[in-house]
């Protein structure tokens, strides 16, 4: 969860924008907390744009209007059923919980050649999906990555966030180790698999 200051605010043809003190990693159709600004703007809604210019209405089709001669950094609209609102300064907060969507359960499954038999056994498999997406989105943005959170970037980056969410699955019932009735017993794991690494791409940074 990130949650970012905001600095100013206003109102126009019922699209409410907020600017931020610092740049968010937001995208359109994301969505976010607006809280403790006013009544007005408040609310769970999702972003419509991130606009670096000064908004100005909508034209008579509907389309966003912006001033390009008066840029303002670090803008978020979204829809507002409201009265008109003068830019003004605001204090408040405006929260998003990135959620990544690059694989589903049935990758997984698919993955591993293995129907779920169980209604447990398809919640964990839900849970390995969600797990994993967002595990991989993180260690990709740590790495110095910019990526959608819907779109997956690539189809290496793909195969290896289901990889690493089969693991998780294949983990089930142990605790730090991949279950095992070998007689010899199972290695520790120590880490990500080189090739898992190789494919999200995140072996070494990607900028310096």
Do not use: H
């Amino acid at each position: 969860m990130a949650t970012y200051q905001v600095t100013n605010k206003y109102l126009l043809d019922n699209y409410a924008v907020v600017q931020l003190l610092t740049p968010a990693e937001l995208e359109l159709g994301q969505s976010i907390t607006v809280a403790d600004v006013d009544a007005t703007f408040n609310g769970s809604v999702v972003v419509r744009a991130l606009p670096q210019y000064r908004f100005i209405g909508v034209d008579t089709e509907g389309d966003l209007l912006f001033d390009v001669d008066e840029p303002i950094a670090n803008q978020v609209l979204y829809a507002k059923t409201a009265d008109n609102v003068e830019r003004q300064a605001a204090t408040g907060t405006l929260t998003s919980t990135p959620t990544c969507t690059w694989i589903t359960k049935n990758d997984i499954a698919d993955w591993l050649y293995t129907a779920s038999a169980t209604a447990g056994d398809d919640a964990f498999l839900t849970i390995c999906a969600s797990a994993a997406n967002q595990f991989c989105y993180r260690r990709r943005q740590e790495a110095g990555y910019v990526d959608s959170l819907t779109t997956v970037p690539s189809q290496d980056v793909k195969l290896g966030t289901i990889m690493y969410g089969g693991a998780l699955y294949r983990q089930r019932g142990s605790i730090d180790q991949f279950a095992s009735f070998d007689a010899m017993g199972t290695a520790s794991v120590v880490g990500l698999s080189p090739i898992i690494k190789q494919l999200l791409g995140i072996d070494r940074p990607q900028v310096a």
